[in-house]
């Protein structure tokens, strides 16, 4: 726990100024970054992906990420598949391997590649004017970060002060009915902050349902990393971040719950 709470504290005011105040170079680097840890983390969870595997899917996920974040180039991801299951064509082994390793690497690309390409769209619209301080871009992707955030801290503290029923055991076992529900009031405060002061241009009803949109969809981001621990047997997708496990740990309810405030900026 103070572990946790000591890599958080760290952490936030870095994540905050690069959000809202650093060259956009900056921000997509980090990113990138972020998305081949994710990537790579994923994929380390099966035992059977071989390490030629892992150094390919990186830049594939990269080229993913740059061409669903820039929306020009839409058929770069329709490429990209088929790249990597001729690499999985290349002296593949068994064809039991050569199949789990063409699942894997396709989990990975859709998952964790497109969904951080989303974030990157989501940034790209800094050069958009929100009306208050900061522009649509930064504004939308801190409020992202908010309202999952929010609702992790806020399910965290409920499920182990008033947890009773089990919300899914065969998942996550320690997750509880009155943890999702915390973080879920949680993601409505986060929202209705966001609003206030990052997202002007949304009435105070729309950050409030911002809020339990992105919460919700958050939650279901992080029941499906935790399906795929429970599949591998694995209690965290990696060790970079202290107290919180890897990047995915820490970021699958932002990636998950990106397209859901990306709507909210496009159509509100």
């Known amino acids: 726990m103070a572990q946790r709470l000591i890599t958080g504290f760290i952490l936030a005011p870095i994540l905050i100024w690069t959000v809202l105040f650093a060259p956009k170079p900056v921000f997509f680097v980090l990113l990138g970054l972020a998305a081949a840890q994710g990537v790579d983390e994923l994929v380390r969870m ?116 008033l947890g009773r029923h089990k919300l899914y055991e065969l998942i996550s076992p320690k997750k509880t009915l009155e943890g999702a529900l915390g973080g879920l009031l949680a993601s409505i405060i986060g929202g209705a902050i966001a609003q206030r002061y990052l997202m002007p241009q949304l009435s105070v009803v729309q950050g409030l349902l911002l809020g339990a949109s992105t919460g919700i969809v958050g939650q279901i981001g992080d029941l499906a990393e935790s399906l795929f621990k429970r599949a591998t047997g694995t209690k965290d997708s990696g060790g970079l971040l202290p107290g919180h496990g890897g990047i995915l740990d820490r970021l699958d309810g932002v990636i998950f719950a990106a397209p859901v405030v990306l709507a909210w900026v496009l159509f509100h």
Do not use: H, N
């Open 46 to 161: 099966y035992a059977d992906i071989r390490i030629r595997d892992r150094v390919a899917l990186v830049p594939l996920a990269l080229v993913t990420l740059v061409a669903v974040g820039a929306r020009e180039f839409w058929l770069i991801p329709a490429v990209v598949p088929v790249a990597w299951l001729g690499w999985c064509l290349i002296r593949p082994g068994t064809v039991e391997a050569a199949g789990k390793r063409a699942e894997i690497g396709m989990l990975s690309l859709a998952y964790v590649a497109t969904l951080f390409g989303v974030i990157v769209q989501l940034f790209s619209l800094a050069a958009v004017p929100a009306g208050g301080r900061f522009d649509i871009g930064r504004g939308a992707v801190l409020s992202l970060l908010i309202v999952v955030f929010c609702g992790d801290t806020g399910a965290y503290f409920a499920g182990r002060s």
